[in-house]
């Protein structure tokens, strides 16, 4: 297995950076609604095999149950989608919040390409996970009798819960926690994308791509592109109760926005591009320097 030194990684980073900002702005949107659904794909099937094993509180007072362990079953499982769309070339703007400055930084691109790519990707990653969003909860989230009556299964119920906590961050206490679990989900995310790049062969980066992610996830940080998904798939089950004391008025496209994802993007950005993006330049800028 070949294993890249640190200098070449984060130069193979600026690399990679540079070329994804030279893409069209329709490739770019096409790329971004790949890896938009395929990071849904890794939520969805999180949310699946997290159903019926989360702990109650009076579970966990007794000790006959295991918070972290449901936890743990929703990280081994989630990374499904990053895995995919690195090994695919797709676009991850929480990935290029990182590998677009680098490039900047080793390249001389200019900042206004780096913001293109991250306006172009985030359009696509968001139309991908509402498709996808909306292709769950017409599917496993909800059962459909023959009238076409749907009732929601115990998948969305779960779906629902996980969006109704997402967008329990209010206040200004509630914001300073999202943006920090969004700070350190892209740290974990980013270095996931370097040890992507350390390998050359599929299990190398497989490995490397799955520890951090897996991590991020069971620590029960927030990742925009992964909350387009859970928060429309909540959102649209909800839609299928009947019954209004069941539903969570609180759960809807505005929370969406201002208690969880516009937050927890400038959380991503900082994450990537100043716990990795620029500490690790600052740290190899003379080695990489030498390279050229």
Known sequence: MVFHPPVAIVAKAGDAGKYKVGLPAWNMVLRGFMSGAYIAMGAALATVCSTGIMATDAALRYGTASAGFSQLILGAVFPVGLIITVL????????????????????????????????????????????????????????????????????????????????????????????????????????????????????????????PIMAFVSSGFEHSIANMYFIPAGIMTQGFITDPTKINAGLNWVTMWTNNVIIVTLGNIVGALFFVGIIYWVAFRKEIAALK
């Open 88 to 211: 695919t070339g797709a676009e991850l703007f929480t990935g290029d919040a990182m590998l677009a400055p680098m490039a900047a930084f080793i390249h001389k691109v200019s900042w206004m390409q780096v913001i293109n790519l991250w306006i172009f990707v985030y359009i696509g990653n968001f139309i991908g996970s509402v498709v996808f969003a909306y292709i769950m909860a017409y599917g496993p989230l909800t059962s459909w009798d023959a009238a076409g009556t749907a009732t929601v299964t115990a998948f969305g119920t779960r779906a629902i819960a996980i969006a109704s906590a997402k967008v329990s961050y209010v206040g200004v206490a509630g914001m300073w926690s999202a943006f920090l679990k969004a700070i350190a989900c892209n740290w974990l995310v980013n270095l996931a994308i370097l040890l992507g790049i350390c390998s050359d062969d599929m299990v190398g980066k497989f490995f490397g791509i799955w520890f």
